[in-house]
């Protein structure tokens, strides 16, 4: 039998000072959050641009949850950064392993991902329990000499394990029971059923990876559940790990085996994830003693399993025979049949989530708890001790295909392979099941096309940070501007374009060679700066602001960047005999900014009284207004004839879609609603060519249809 200890080695000891090096760390918080999106913003430009942290983040209004990456030398500026936040003075943060990402491949994250959903899914209303009664919170030498009392005294306590059954499968603390549970959303029934018969004055201890999950399990035993001593690892798992690495007590280590980390640590099988020598898991397939986890080379299962080599070299790298016969299909064969699960997947059936539950989830959820006392192997961890229902009931993936309402289409020679493959999948359609698209047949045969095929999990975050990545990099000036928005007005510098419309608008102006542009809504200057850095010499760009608050904000972003930090610099000065309200910014050479400050209306006004015409037009201002700014730049031909008008928040967070949705029985707010008017106004005027982007907050991009007559605004 292979041996079930094997030796652990220090990881990136050594490379404190390398830059590549990076720390893992934690961050989680219950507290009332409200303008989650602005915080959003905030923390992608603060931490990730300005720092270089790269994770996942949940925000929601009860809080903050953060699993990062940060490098080594930012750590502290880090820690600085997160407490200097009024809204994050209690949040909790871990330090844990040091990771190095001199290879990208081996990396745990690769940017920063900021989801707005709950911290943890755990089904519990927000404001249900009171999360600052949560338990005692034991420091890790506190826990540690716990689980040391209950080896010596097994009556003494209760110890839970928090996590989901294929966490605590690969490790576990000395004397843990084990939820069989393969979401946290069931923790709750599990704990009550487990403790049905247990004193409420016995001692309760409770753990999980980052300590949130125990937050909420530690609130809801002492308030709930009526247990008077629950005590909670504080910082979890990864708290833990830290204490016995940095004391040298890893031999001594209560945790057996492996921690379960929720990034790709644990399937490239990083030895910062081994906590001790121990072996406490099986291969799934042959059994031998092996806690390496991996991904099933069959994308339309990707199962986390354990395998030992040799198993996975004879299944191709695969969980099961079944998916290596997936595998080895024709690549024609292959796509069509992710092709019918994408489909069905689009009909709510999800494939991973229906393999996750059958596929071996039975015997690998109900292993027995493991002690000191128990030998090595005593979880099924050697040869001929299987775990009860991995190898021996695991249904075949047909069991799982034939599952699926298959609604794609799937083209004739296909189908004989197919059944081939999944013997028991029935009544194959060889049309798709879908709303037809304007201008179909009822019952007209289609084809796969490859938009059938695109993954929908493909997150926008990643889209965004991979379309950014290969961006062209903005101008200097603007770069500073964007960091004065974020650090002057955190809250709202999600205002701002971004990076990717900045440089959207900077390839029209420059491919349209405009010389005069318009800005309604200055904002803090960021989107002047990008028009004025794209124009030639001789361009000039004026910009409407009716905040006088905001204008004061742009001119001081403007002001402080002078010719010695940058090439191309905007300053600041008096125009001589200006109207009073009329500022212009000016570089030595030549390039203006007109800042004007007042209504955008009667801005226009003013400038059409002098006969003023622009080559490049955006709009970003009074949304309830929208509609009369175009009618008045297009009927006063305040376009140039090879003019274009490009328009912001045309899509308002995806608000106008649901709300001019026949099939939306809900309320919608004024300012949707009128933005839902503008758009329909814009799509039928018959003096404009328009294209809507669905890019950022929506643009449209407007031209003539007919270049309009040339001469004055007045003829």
């Not at 500026?77 to 809204?87: E, G, L, N, Q, T």
């Not at 018969?197 to 201890?205: M, N, R």
């Not at 047949?441 to 493909?458: M, W």
């Not at 037009?617 to 009369?628: E, L």
Request: net charge negative; proline share 4%.
């Amino acid at each position: 039998a292979q041996s079930s200890r094997i030796a652990i080695s220090r990881h990136c000891s050594t490379h404190a000072a390398d830059p590549k090096v990076h720390r893992c760390v934690n961050v989680y918080m219950y507290n009332k959050l409200s303008a989650i999106e602005e915080i959003k913003d905030n923390l992608l430009f603060t931490w990730h641009k300005q720092l270089g942290v790269n994770g996942r983040v949940y925000l929601h209004p009860e809080g903050i949850n953060a699993q990062l990456t940060v490098p080594e030398k930012n750590v502290q500026a880090f820690m600085k950064k997160v407490k200097s936040y009024p809204i994050f003075k209690s949040a909790q943060i871990f330090q844990g392993d040091l990771v190095d990402a001199n290879n990208p491949d081996d990396a745990p994250f690769h940017s920063l991902h900021i989801r707005l959903r709950p911290l943890v899914l755990d089904g519990i209303p927000v404001n249900e329990l009171d999360m600052t009664k949560t338990g005692n919170a034991l420091d890790p030498a506190e826990w540690h000499r716990a689980i040391k009392e209950k080896t010596e005294n097994e009556e003494s306590m209760e110890i839970l394990d928090c996590r989901n059954f294929y966490e605590s499968e690969v490790g576990l603390f000395d004397g843990a029971h084990r939820l069989p549970i393969a979401k946290h959303l069931d923790s709750f029934d599990e704990i009550d059923k487990h403790l049905e018969q247990v004193d409420k004055d016995k001692k309760i201890l409770i753990y999980c990876t980052g300590g949130i999950r125990c937050e909420k399990i530690g609130a809801y035993l002492t308030q709930k559940a009526g247990y008077k001593n629950v005590n909670r690892l504080h910082g979890g798992i990864n708290n833990y790990v830290k204490y016995v690495r940095e004391n040298d007590m890893v031999s001594e280590s209560v945790f057996k085996g492996k921690n379960w980390v929720f990034d790709k640590r644990l399937v490239t099988n990083d030895q910062s994830t081994r906590v001790s020598e121990h072996v406490i898991s099986n291969c799934h397939v042959c059994n031998t003693p092996i806690d390496d986890v991996y991904n099933c080379s069959n994308v339309m299962c990707n199962l986390l399993y354990l395998a030992c080599p040799k198993c996975r070299k004879e299944l191709n790298n695969c969980c099961s025979p079944e998916c290596k016969s997936v595998v080895e299909l024709p690549d024609e064969v292959k796509k069509s049949m992710n092709a019918a699960l994408l489909q069905s997947k689009r009909g709510g059936f999800d494939f991973a989530a229906r393999s996750r539950s059958v596929i071996g989830i039975e015997g690998r959820k109900s292993l027995p708890s493991y002690t000191e006392a128990d030998k090595i192997g005593s979880l099924g961890a050697k040869e001929g001790n299987a775990q009860e229902g991995t190898t021996a009931t695991r249904p075949l993936i047909q069991e799982v295909i034939k599952s699926i309402p298959v609604k794609a289409p799937l083209t004739s020679p296909l189908e004989a392979e197919l059944k081939r493959v999944a013997t028991n999948m029935k009544d194959i359609p060889t049309k798709p099941a879908r709303t037809l698209r304007t201008g179909e047949r009822e019952g007209k045969d289609t084809k796969v096309t490859k938009e059938d095929s695109i993954d929908p999990e493909i997150n926008s975050e990643e889209v965004l940070d991979y379309s950014t990545s290969h961006t062209s990099e903005q101008p200097q000036i603007v770069k500073g501007i964007e960091t004065s928005t974020y650090e002057e007005l955190p809250r709202r510098a999600h205002n701002i374009v971004g990076p990717l419309v900045a440089q959207l608008i900077r390839t029209l102006i420059r491919t349209s060679n405009a010389k005069s542009a318009l800005e309604l809504g200055t904002f803090s200057g960021y989107s002047a700066s990008v028009i004025a850095s794209a124009l030639p010499r001789e361009g000039y760009v004026v910009t409407c602001e009716s905040d006088p608050r905001m204008a004061e904000i742009a001119k001081r972003n403007f002001a402080k960047y002078t010719e010695e930090d940058y090439e191309r610099d905007i300053v600041l000065h008096k125009k001589e005999n200006a109207e009073d309200g009329e500022e212009v910014l000016d570089s030595e050479e030549g390039k203006k900014i007109w800042l004007r400050v007042g209504d955008a209306a009667d801005t226009l006004q003013k400038l059409k009284e002098e006969d003023s015409q622009f080559d490049f037009i955006f709009i970003d201002a009074d949304k309830r207004r929208y509609i009369d700014y175009y009618n008045f730049i297009i009927d006063n031909k305040m376009m140039s004839p090879t003019g274009m008008m490009l328009i912001d928040n045309v899509l308002w967070k995806g608000k106008v879609v649901s709300g001019s949705s026949v099939a939306n029985s809900e309320p919608v707010d004024k300012k949707t609603q009128t933005l839902i008017e503008f758009n329909d106004y814009v799509k039928n005027d018959k003096r404009t060519e328009k294209v809507m982007l669905p890019m950022r907050d929506g643009l449209f991009l407007v031209t003539w249809a007919e270049k309009p007559n040339k001469g004055t605004l007045s003829e």
